[in-house]
């Protein structure tokens, strides 16, 4: 099977030897709108690739309101470094808002792709790098900016997402209520008045 990991991990330069280990585990699932890839709590010590959809990932309070972390399109590398990492229970969910097909290996295999490979080393400091620039972007954005602020933010930074995702998903992901959002989306399209 032509698995996209691979292909990425190629076009990152990893040795042969590595993309033959990494294909040897890789598992494939296809998940429809809706079903959950791990759920809050859960274990998963995994690395997700999304192939093809659409999936979130959220967190749930105690008393059940829930927070959007993050959109996972196509192409999107998924996982909880906690549930990796620290072998612990994972703190979100992530749920498809599309049927999905996701590529599964073992963190810890990957892991050991790095250790053992310069150019596997090199695409994860790279993925790191762009994984921290991201959360910087997101951190900036949710605690300096003003809500409408925020949403012309997620319209520039995620252009094709805002037509996949539903308007309560993205109030959820912005921090702000689904009337809130009405209201700023109904401002945007207001023409302004000129003075003359």
Do not use: H
């Not at 949710?142 to 319209?155: G, K, M, S, T």
């Amino acid at each position: 099977m032509n698995f996209l990991m691979t292909r990425i991990f190629a076009e990152a330069g990893v040795s042969e030897e590595g993309l033959e280990k990494i294909a040897s585990i890789i598992r494939t699932r296809s998940l429809e709108q809706g079903e959950y890839l791990f759920r809050q709590g859960d274990t998963a010590p995994n690395l997700y690739l999304i192939r093809n959809g659409l999936a979130k990932m959220s967190y749930i309070t105690s008393d059940g309101k829930e927070f959007v972390k993050s959109f996972l399109p196509e192409g999107s590398f998924a996982g909880s470094l906690i549930a990796q990492m620290e072998n612990c229970e994972t703190t979100f969910s992530i749920v498809c808002l599309e049927p999905v097909e996701v590529e599964i290996v073992p963190f810890r295999a990957v892991q050991k792709l790095f250790e053992r490979d310069p150019a596997a080393l090199d695409f994860g400091f790279r993925f790191f790098q762009a994984l921290a620039l991201k959360k910087e972007k997101r951190e900036y954005s949710f605690l300096c900016l003003a809500p409408e602020e925020r949403y012309q933010w997620f319209l520039k930074e995620n252009p094709t997402l805002a037509d996949r995702v539903t308007k309560a998903d993205i109030a959820r992901y912005l921090g702000i209520t689904p009337v809130a959002l009405s209201r700023i989306r109904r401002r945007m399209k207001e023409p302004v008045n000129s003075m003359t």
